[in-house]
């Protein structure tokens, strides 16, 4: 069922996002359950959406997902995926507007200031919500390294990039998205609201939460103000059993987790789950002749029979 579109510009990610899937996809798909091609009404649901690498794959290869789901506590970033579905071309026009400014500037100090400006205006709530959505793009393309970090009062807080080129107005990538996002409802809160969104049919829920640090227990990747600790983990946990009840597939990505009594954190907590290592893109040593490839760990409600 996989097809590959290959003279189209593909949808994919609009922003660059932390714990972005973009480079572990196929290994990703290859623990799709095995009778996932043969279904023929597939509800795609991704709770923790963030930059939406997997879905942007999953919508473009399996005609077979006829409908999704998407949500993330980021309510400025389900901002964004709402202007693309809805209005993409205001969008473009706001984001080539913001570029042009960008770029009339002459010296990389003068873009500073105008990035600080627009943060400045971002924090103060200064902005329209459809310039909002615009402001937040171009913040990703123009900050450091595409973070997302907010500081205690939730403030964004992320510094200039010092960027020579970035590509602030990508719009053949927002009318990709755009044509996609149509068969997708949309939603921003916690992810335990999806439930009530559920297919009739097959759902086959990809779950990408903050990971738990590979040692010690809250995720200090700050998405959000709020911090996901190992209660958080357990909610989660709770959430898949109930998903689980309702037939739902489950496949969720997380760390490979090891407690101080050297057992892992997740095979405790997912005991009647199948758990599969794959290999991470980040490098566990960063001096040459030791870069072994950190692991991370895709759990399942399903065996996929590899
Ligand atoms: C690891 S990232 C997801 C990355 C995504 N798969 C990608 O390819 O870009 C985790 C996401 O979970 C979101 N998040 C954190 N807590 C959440 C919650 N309680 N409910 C829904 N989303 C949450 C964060 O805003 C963040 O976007």
Not at 74 to 103: H, S, V
């Amino acid at each position: 069922m996989e097809k590959k579109q290959d003279n189209k510009i593909i949808a994919k990610p609009f922003v660059k996002w932390a714990g972005g899937k973009g480079s572990l996809i196929k290994q990703l798909i290859a623990y799709l359950p095995s009778n996932f091609n043969e279904q023929e009404d597939i509800t795609y649901i991704e709770p923790f959406v963030g930059g939406g690498a997997m879905l942007f794959y999953m919508l473009t290869h399996y005609p077979n997902i006829k409908h999704a789901i998407i949500n993330d506590v980021n309510q400025d970033l389900i901002n964004c995926y709402l202007l693309i579905k809805k209005d993409p071309a205001k969008l473009i026009t706001l984001l080539m507007r913001m570029k042009d400014e960008f770029y009339q500037l002459p010296s990389i100090e003068d873009r500073g200031r105008y990035y600080y400006q627009m943060r400045e205006k971002y924090n103060e709530g200064g902005f329209s919500i459809k310039e909002r959505a615009a402001c937040f793009i171009f913040l990703n393309k123009t900050c450091f390294n595409g973070l997302y970090r907010v500081n205690t009062s939730g403030k964004f807080n992320v510094p200039f990039g010092r960027h020579k080129t970035p590509k602030i107005c990508d719009e053949a990538v927002i009318m990709a998205d755009h044509k996609i996002l149509q068969r997708v409802d949309v939603f921003a809160g916690d992810y335990n609201r999806i439930t009530k969104h559920l297919g009739k049919k097959y759902n086959f829920i990809y779950i990408d939460p903050p990971y738990r640090p590979l040692s010690g227990s809250a995720c200090f990747i700050e998405y959000t103000r709020n911090v996901f600790d190992d209660a958080e983990q357990m909610r989660l946990k709770a959430y898949c059993d109930m998903l689980t009840q309702k037939n739902c597939m489950i496949m969720q990505s997380n760390s490979n987790s090891v407690d101080s009594d050297g057992k892992s954190y997740f095979a405790k907590l997912y005991d009647t789950y199948y758990i599969n290592q794959i290999k991470a893109h980040r490098f566990i040593n960063a001096y040459a002749g030791k870069r072994e490839k950190e692991t991370e760990l895709l759990i399942m409600n399903y065996v996929n029979h590899q």
